[in-house]
């Protein structure tokens, strides 16, 4: 729709300047284009008439038929309002306005038969509809079939008289104005086959619904367009690569792998791991370039079988990195992996932005050379100076903190492109994975290694603290080390630090006779570090922090983490911070501290993490209770989804036959080219604007 997309709202007869910017400014709407696609959220059914004598305080919106009998004005300064004294012969209900007297009063008048739109809500022993719509009852059929679309507005779009009703008629204008003629953004072949309407059906009656079984077809077609177009787009890239970039054969097991297997692997892998290897594997030999996503629920082994696969590109000749979005966890990782190498003639280098000079003029020269067969490492991994003498294999520890770009720089540094892994601990349910990952091929370690005991999450609220500083002490008694996080919220900083530091002072005063630490991200990076090594090591026993806390940090021993205002994080950054502990074989405790008034919402959040450790479920749930848009991580993604009309928590069936049928078609016709899928072309450039960028494309 290149002409709508490209006229401005500012031109649609009823808006003007003001209204424009404030449109643009307040809901995205800058374009004739963005007017027809900002879809009503909901719609009130108007097609039957309610009698006065029926009304009470438990029904939604209703419409009665009838006329104003007399107007009032009552009450003084604040409680001023007008009431219109409205009948239909079978009783009188009282319309009120609080705002705008005036201008009603100027408008209705007595004895005109109208349709009136409202909530009524009790009032003493009668009923009042406040601030209703009404229509006379001549100009009714403008509110075809009896569904009333309802549109978001904010306070300022209603202070500048663009309320929900002022969208429609806008929205009827312009309708009304194009005459229908919508351009088609779908191929003719691919709408008769999916017997979807046309686009301009769709828009048309997605704002004005002339039943429930044209609104239902016009929801498919969008919901299918939207995920269509965002599936297209990413398997375009995908299907590129797999076409175009030859793959490095990792053909051989060899010495490294098999010997460290047989004779260093201290512990069986669980089926899960055994099976994510083998799809490694298969990957790394098929003469494509693998793009996997390895997601596994913290402290699922993701580790081991990120060696593993380093060690095959090792037996095939090639270096391995793995670049982790911390210096802390850079550490921890190459502990670990230096720990499970011990004893093997495998050569392995750590860089990061606190990598001495002299330590680097050793090792850079030693990576470029080929003498070092692995690099752990941070960003630091992608700046200029470092170059591999042949890199095959780039692992990426928790994708969410890396944008696409960064991992883009990884490739550059090679004549070939390497193999790719990205491990996200982050639980993902499948629908957006599809939407956020949908390039990337799927591995999921879905079992945790034997003998670790589920982690008890108990809920308590805030005015039982004394029994909470019981159970750390009898924890802390047993050898054991805790975590107390802080929320951080975005916009009440200052309050939150405030809270964490009086949490701190007050736990030194509750357990004097041990070391508490604290960490936050005010903190210069030495300090962060020289505290979080305290508790690493062991010397504090207590570490307080906000949410900073490094996604992935290791410390077995700590077995208890309290987590202050539970009510105020997600459920999914809930799950991360409990994952910090049941990481050794103790009972490990998280305990959920709110206060003791909470919404329902909140309870249920709660109580849900209370029920399960399924990292899956709680992203389910977390998808089903907030909706996409606020889940964590997606605004991190870098790939910005932001679904108008589809709902990933309940469409997952659109989703995967839109992506099913983008997949074909690019089976057919991988650059759309052919005169039946141009269309698509234009359409994707229309929507995803920003020009791909082949040679940043892995
Ligand atoms: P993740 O990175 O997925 O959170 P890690 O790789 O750090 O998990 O593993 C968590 C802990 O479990 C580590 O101490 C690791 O050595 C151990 N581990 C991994 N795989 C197994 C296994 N198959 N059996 C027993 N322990 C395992
Ligand atoms: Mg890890």
Not at 32 to 51: A, G, Q
Not at 214 to 224: C, E, G, I, V
Not at 329 to 351: P, S
Not at 588 to 602: A, M, P, R
Request: hydrophobic fraction near 40%; aromatic fraction near 8%.
């Amino acid at each position: 729709m290149p002409d709508l997309n490209k006229r401005s709202i500012v031109y649609l007869p009823g808006v003007g300047p003001k209204k424009a910017e404030i449109l643009q400014k307040e809901a995205g709407i800058a374009s004739y284009e963005d007017l027809l696609f900002y879809f009503p959220y909901k719609y009130i059914d108007r097609s039957r008439f309610y009698t006065v004598a029926e009304v009470n305080s438990n029904m939604p919106h209703i419409q009665l038929k009838g006329r104003i009998l007399s107007f009032d004005t009552l009450g003084e300064g604040r409680s001023k309002r007008l009431v219109a004294h409205f009948s239909d012969g079978t009783g009188v209900v009282d319309l009120v306005w609080f705002k705008g007297l005036a201008f009603v009063k100027d408008k209705y008048t007595t004895g005109r038969e109208y349709i009136v739109f409202g909530k009524p809500v009790e009032f003493g022993y009668s009923y009042n509809i406040p601030h209703p719509d009404i229509d006379p009852v001549e100009q009714a059929g403008q509110v075809a079939g009896g569904l009333t679309p309802f549109y978001n507005t904010t306070e300022r779009m209603k202070k500048s008289f663009l309320n929900s009703r002022a969208i429609q008629n806008l929205q009827y204008t312009l309708l009304s104005g194009l005459g229908w003629e919508l351009p088609e953004t779908l191929p003719q072949e691919l709408l008769k086959r999916t017997k979807m309407v046309s686009m301009s059906d769709a828009i048309r009656h997605i704002h004005f619904p002339e039943s429930v079984e044209k609104l239902k077809s016009a929801q498919l077609r969008l919901k299918f367009e939207e995920l269509f177009f965002i599936q297209l787009n990413i398997l375009r890239t995908a299907t590129y690569r797999k076409l175009k970039l030859k793959g490095l054969v990792f053909a051989s097991v060899g010495q490294s792998f098999n010997t460290f297997y047989s004779r260093y692997l201290p512990f069986e892998l669980t089926e899960a791991q055994k099976r994510v290897v083998r799809e490694i594997r298969a990957d790394m030999g098929s003469g494509r370039q693998m793009n996997r996503l390895l997601q596994g629920d913290v402290g699922s082994g993701k580790t081991l079988v990120a060696l593993l696969a380093m060690l095959l590109a090792i037996d095939n000749r090639y270096q391995a990195c793995m670049m982790a979005p911390t210096e802390i966890l850079a550490n921890q990782h190459y502990a670990t992996i230096m720990a499970f190498l011990n004893g093997m003639d495998i050569r392995v280098a750590l860089l990061t932005g606190s990598t001495k000079k002299k330590e680097r003029e050793r090792i850079l020269p030693a990576i470029a050379k080929g003498e070092i067969h692995i690099v752990i490492g941070t960003h630091a991994l992608i700046e200029e100076t470092v170059t591999f003498s042949s890199l095959g294999l780039a692992i990426i520890d928790e994708q969410h903190r890396f944008g696409v770009e960064q991992r883009a720089r990884l490739w550059k540094k090679n004549a070939q492109v390497p193999h790719v892994l990205v491990m996200t601990a982050t639980p993902i349910p499948r629908t957006l994975a599809m939407t956020l990952y949908g390039d990337l091929d799927v591995s999921v370690i879905d079992e945790l290694p034997p003998g670790r005991k589920p982690i008890q999450t108990l809920h308590r609220y805030d005015n039982k603290k004394a029994q909470l500083y019981d159970f750390l002490r009898k924890e802390i008694r047993l050898g054991h080390q805790v975590y107390v996080v802080y929320p951080l919220i975005e916009g009440s900083e200052k309050l939150d630090y405030k809270d964490l530091e009086e949490g701190f002072a007050l736990f030194q005063e509750v357990f004097p006779e041990y070391t508490v630490c604290m960490v936050h991200g005010r903190m210069k990076a030495k300090e962060k570090e020289a505290e979080m090594q305290k508790f690493v090591s062991g010397e504090a026993q207590i570490l307080m922090a906000t949410t900073v806390i490094e996604v992935g940090v290791n410390v077995p021993n700590a077995s208890v983490m309290v987590i202050e205002s539970a009510e105020r994080f997600g459920l999914s950054q809930l799950h991360q911070l409990r994952g910090r502990v049941g990481r050794g074989t103790e009972q490990s405790y998280c305990i959920l501290v709110s206060s003791y008034k909470l919404s329902n919402e909140t309870r249920r959040r709660l109580e849900i993490m209370v029920q399960t450790t399924n990292g899956f479920e709680i992203a389910e749930a977390d998808l089903r209770l907030r909706g996409h848009g606020d889940m964590e991580g997606t605004q991190q993604s870098g790939m910005g989804i932001d679904l108008k009309i589809a709902d990933l928590s309940a469409d997952g069936q659109i989703l995967q036959y839109a992506r099913d049928i983008a997949q074909e078609i690019l089976n057919k016709d991988p650059e759309l080219s052919s005169e039946t899928y141009r269309i698509l072309n234009e359409r994707l450039k229309a929507l995803f604007s920003q020009k791909i960028n082949w040679g940043l494309i892995s």
